[in-house]
T-cell receptor
Framework: DGGITQSPKYLFRKEGQNVTLSCEQNLNHDAMYWYRQDPGQGLRLIYYSQIVNDFQKGDIAEGYSVSREKKESFPLTVTSAQKNPTAFYLC?????????????FGPGTRLLVL | QQQVKQSPQSLIVQKGGIPIINCAYENTAFDYFPWYQQFPGKGPALLIAIRPDVSEKKEGRFTISFNKSAKQFSLHIMDSQPGDSATYFCAASKGAQKLVFGQGTRLTINP
């Protein structure tokens, strides 16, 4: 059963705590993305990676960090420097050959601050 | 020049009506224009996509109209149903580069 999985579905963060959101894909896609979505808002790009061990900042990278040690995994860490982390976080993947531009999204993780 | 402007922000239509969502872009190098549908609490799902060599594409009740000279494209939903109530995003990209998304339209279809 191919697809993109994100875990956990809900995540609670305490003040000053770093938390990590998981994103895994078994689609053999080259590129992976992290977006943030605030209520009633559009999608804002946090980080993206087109190849293992390489990633680029998106429009709102401050307070976030990522790693891409394996092709199928792209975890996002929300650090204590991110002062307003409450949002819906979406991971996406994209094949770079063939279906140009088509991104496939995971089910999302909702992050809440205690 | 990388922006995609989407309108309206919200739209309410009676069942059976034809909602129309519009998007405009500036970058003439864009060559792929997808639409995504997102239900509350879920990730966006690809609905339909078009390339600039065609002016219209239909998939079921969903149609994309594309006007290359005006740099605009739009989504029409025929015979709309309450189950079509969702947020719709247009997007654009050049080659295999990352997508540029519009701000989204919250569509409500009243029974």
């Amino acid at each position: 059963d191919g697809g993109i999985t994100q875990s956990p579905k809900y995540l609670f963060r305490k003040e000053g705590q770093n938390v990590t959101l998981s994103c895994e894909q078994n689609l053999n896609h080259d590129a992976m993305y992290w977006y943030r979505q605030d209520p009633g808002q559009g999608l804002r790009l946090i980080y993206y990676s087109q190849i293992v061990n390489d990633f680029q900042k998106g429009d709102i990278a401050e307070g976030y960090s990522v790693s891409r040690e394996k092709k199928e995994s792209f975890p996002l860490t929300v650090t204590s420097a991110q002062k307003n982390p409450t949002a819906f976080y979406l991971c996406a993947s994209q094949p770079l050959a063939g279906q140009q531009g088509t991104q496939y999204f995971g089910p999302g993780t909702r992050l809440l601050v205690l | 020049q990388q922006q995609v402007k989407q309108s309206p922000q919200s739209l309410i239509v009676q069942k059976g009506g034809i909602p129309i969502i519009n998007c405009a872009y500036e970058n003439t190098a864009f060559d792929y224009f997808p639409w995504y549908q997102q239900f509350p609490g879920k990730g966006p799902a690809l609905l339909i996509a078009i390339r600039p060599d065609v002016s219209e594409k239909k998939e079921g009740r969903f149609t994309i109209s594309f006007n290359k000279s005006a740099k605009q494209f739009s989504l029409h939903i025929m015979d709309s149903q309450p189950g079509d109530s969702a947020t719709y995003f247009c997007a654009a990209s050049k080659g295999a580069q990352k997508l540029v998304f519009g701000q989204g339209t919250r569509l409500t279809i009243n029974p």
